[in-house]
């Protein structure tokens, strides 16, 4: 019975084990993350998202039909309790060149931002800046995070919502200062397979909460209403993910992203037949309290 468990449990690492593998390598072939010659830097908080990611890559860096480099980072912020062995050990273990950067951005933080406030902003802008410096000075082509496709949906929803854009976290980026290009070759990879990754494998997690610093409350809030659609339609949280890769700015209104104002008919263009224009129709059905309910959404392309 014992081995009968073991079997199906080995059975179904395997099979998570390979579509993790599947995304990242999809993701990485879509967006041309990683180049022959690459040098990728690997940031590692000691979460399970980068231990995740840096395991992934090990792993398709062996069988990738081109070469690249991986390096570790790691950088200890100086939280207090931070158990600093744990990630050189680990990188010794698994024979990956790394780095740890020892930075007090904790002192800053803490000095900077009043008590009871929330301090991963700016924390976030002094690893940010300190890793891309970094970067540069160990000739590093790539910079990947562990930001994976439900990081990226929740942004989506926190942008619209608190900050009134329609935007997410893309899984290449050019950063800011123009010199470094940011990866994030776990963008199709959900979250929850990468949880179930971790504990299988059994990564030291270090946690992530020894700053002290409260949950960004209004991430959680719409992590939560996320995980509620997903147990309600089952497949709700990938249909939006495709949406982001699915953008169509004539049917949105951002007047840079679409010259509506020059819009011009075209009367020799061909009739559609199906007597509308090509977009997707909102069917509304009108409810009993006078309000309205969307019923279908039917593509007509
Ligand atoms: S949780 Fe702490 S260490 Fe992490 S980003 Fe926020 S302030 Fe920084």
């Known amino acids: 019975m014992k081995e009968l468990h ?30 022959d010659g690459d040098k990728v830097m690997v940031c590692l908080s000691g979460g399970k998202d980068s231990y995740t990611m840096l395991d992934i890559l ?35 273990q698994v024979g990956v060149p790394y ?24 924390c976030s802008r002094l690893r940010r800046g300190t890793l891309y410096g970094f970067a540069d000075e160990i000739g590093a082509t790539k910079i990947a995070l562990g930001h994976h496709r439900d990081d990226i949906i929740e942004t989506l929803f926190l942008n ?10 893309p899984p290449k980026l050019l950063a800011d200062d123009k010199r470094n290009i940011v990866i994030r070759p776990l963008s ?7 949880a179930h990754f971790a504990e299988l494998k059994g990564f030291p997690i ?3 909460n020894l700053c002290g610093s409260q949950e960004n409350l209004q991430r959680q809030v719409v992590k939560d209403m996320l995980q509620q659609w997903e147990r309600q339609f089952p497949g709700r949280t990938e249909t939006i993910f495709s949406a982001i890769r699915n953008v169509q700015p ?20 061909s009739v559609d037949d199906s007597g509308t224009d090509s977009c997707s129709i909102l069917s509304l059905a009108p409810l009993t309290d006078n309000s309205v309910q969307y019923v279908d959404v039917l593509d007509i392309h």
């Open 6 to 35: 073991e079997r199906k449990d080995r059975l179904e690492f395997n099979k998570l084990q390979k579509r993790l593998r599947r995304l990242t390598g999809s993701a990485i072939v879509d967006y041309n993350m990683i180049e």
């Open 99 to 122: 780095h740890i950067i020892e930075r007090d951005t904790y002192s800053i933080v803490k000095e900077v931002i009043p008590e009871g406030k929330t301090t991963c902003g700016l």
């Open 250 to 269: 004539s049917q949105l209104a951002d007047l840079n992203l679409f010259d509506f104002v020059n819009l011009k008919t075209n009367k020799d263009a």
């Open 160 to 169: 619209m919502f608190f900050g009134g854009k329609l935007k997410a976290m």
């Open 188 to 194: 199709y990879c959900a979250e929850e397979d990468i």
């Open 206 to 208: 270090i946690p992530c």
């Open 58 to 92: 090990m792993s398709l860096q062996k069988t990738a039909p081109i070469s690249f480099e991986l390096v570790a980072v790691n950088m200890d912020q100086k939280q207090p309790g931070f158990p600093e062995h744990v990630l050189p050990a680990y990188l010794e």
